[in-house]
């Protein structure tokens, strides 16, 4: 005779509070769209012991990093005719330009690889080791992913790879 427990799948609802961040979004002109700083939340599931202040402070860095990164490719598409992000031809995902779901996925895994490096913790005891290898792999994992959404965006591959 066999048991298979089921682990119950917590509901959306239950991954993080829903915090006020009083409506707070990050701008970086007319032609990206703005970050929501809800959203980014929610997305990236962190729970108030972020601050609305440090969390907007780290979407800034994101958001300049990652548009520092598209300038050129920016420049382009606005001499191709087009304003803003959302009217460069793509496909949609729920009705939303894929383009514009990969600005937002670069700047969310950005800000989070962020506010994690900034967390993370000096403890010297064996769990303190562990919980920092734990967090260096998930830092890690949300660069990767800055820079694959990135790519993704300007329908670049995602190897980043150099033979020398």
């Known amino acids: 005779m066999s048991l298979v427990a089921r682990k119950d799948i917590n509901p959306v609802e239950g991954d993080a509070p829903d915090?006020?961040?009083?409506?707070?979004?990050?701008k970086a002109g007319a032609f990206w769209p703005e970050i929501r700083l809800a959203d980014l939340r929610?997305?990236?599931?962190?729970?108030?012991?972020?601050?609305?202040?440090?969390?907007?402070?780290?979407?800034?860095?994101?958001?300049?990093?990652?548009?520092?990164?598209?300038?050129?490719?920016?420049?382009?598409?606005?001499?191709?005719?087009?304003?803003?992000?959302?009217?460069?031809?793509?496909?949609?995902?729920?009705?939303q330009s894929e383009r514009?779901?990969?600005f937002q996925r670069a700047v969310?895994?950005?800000?989070?690889?962020?506010?994690?490096?900034?967390?993370?913790?000096?403890d010297t005891t064996g769990q303190g080791e562990k919980h920092a290898a734990a967090l260096t792999s998930q830092i890690d994992t949300l660069w990767r992913d800055a820079n694959w959404a990135i790519r993704d965006l300007q329908v670049m591959p995602r190897g980043l790879a150099e033979l020398v």
């Open 19 to 26: 915090i006020n961040d009083g409506g707070v979004t990050v």
């Open 100 to 102: 514009v779901y990969c």
């Open 42 to 95: 929610k997305s990236m599931r962190l729970n108030g012991t972020v601050t609305t202040d440090r969390l907007q402070h780290n979407t800034r860095e994101a958001v300049r990093s990652v548009t520092r990164q598209l300038a050129d490719w920016k420049a382009m598409q606005e001499a191709e005719g087009y304003a803003e992000l959302d009217a460069v031809p793509a496909d949609e995902i729920d009705g």
């Open 108 to 122: 969310y895994c950005m800000a989070k690889a962020l506010l994690t490096e900034g967390y993370r913790d000096f």
